[in-house]
């Protein structure tokens, strides 16, 4: 098995060679989390790119690589920083 860094490395060289794909996000949800603080959270993830990498060797569908980033947003802060403390 190898170590995490080598397939890391080896995961980055596939997407290095692998095909962009050009994409349009049909829709981008915000997840809503109650959190156990009381704290309400809305997350979304933005999609920022694809790179198809490969074929699975087992079944013939593609692999793809997928860049993104997390947007959060508090909704509801929990009460007691309300009252001026953690």
Do not use: C
Not at 19 to 27: A, L
Not at 49 to 63: F, H, K, L, V, Y
């Amino acid at each position: 098995m190898m170590p995490m860094d080598q397939k890391q490395a080896a995961l980055k060289r596939e997407i290095e060679k692998g095909e962009k794909m050009d994409f349009t996000p049909d829709q981008e949800p915000w997840t809503t989390l109650t959190l156990s603080d009381g704290a309400v959270l809305k997350v979304r993830m933005i999609v920022t790119g694809i790179t198809r990498i490969s074929d699975e060797p087992m079944t013939g569908n593609a692999q793809y690589a997928v860049a993104h980033q997390a947007v959060v947003r508090t909704i509801k802060e929990p009460d007691h920083f309300k009252e001026g403390g953690i």
